[in-house]
């Protein structure tokens, strides 16, 4: 099994930045690519970001591409996505999410090709 925690989430205005990050625990060594997603409320689950191991592939959802920056510290176990101009929009609880091994080196933005979640982090950006 692998525990994803998140932190970093809260309130800012319009324009700010915030830096989400993802602990991750257990049996890291299953894993590879790693994800975030958000959901608003009333709203389905979106994809916001995902990168393989080595950091060298990221895929990004056009709704954050050139703001959101997503990476990862793999002597840490931690995955982080750097959020800058933030958008009213962008307010949802973000969840990050890890893809066993044996789905491959692909960041996909496939939610049900991940196997483990975290609990999530609340971020609300106000007008």
């Not at 998140?6 to 590879?32: D, H, I, K, P, Y």
Request: charged content about 15%; glycine content about 12%.
């Amino acid at each position: 099994q692998v525990q994803l925690v998140e932190s970093g989430g809260g309130l800012v205005q319009a324009g700010g930045s915030l830096r989400l990050s993802c602990a991750a625990s257990g049996r890291t060594f299953s894993t590879n690519v790693m994800g975030w997603f958000r959901r608003a409320p009333g709203k389905e689950r979106e994809f916001v970001a995902a990168i393989n191991w080595s950091g060298g592939r990221t895929n990004y959802a056009d709704s954050v591409k050139g703001r959101f920056t997503i990476s990862r510290d793999n002597t840490k176990n931690t995955l982080y996505l750097q959020m800058n101009s933030l958008k009213p929009e962008d307010t949802a609880v973000y969840h990050c999410a890890a893809a066993l091994l044996s789905r491959g080196n692909s960041p996909t933005s496939v939610g049900g090709s991940y196997d483990y979640w975290g609990q999530g982090t609340q971020v609300t950006v106000s007008s």
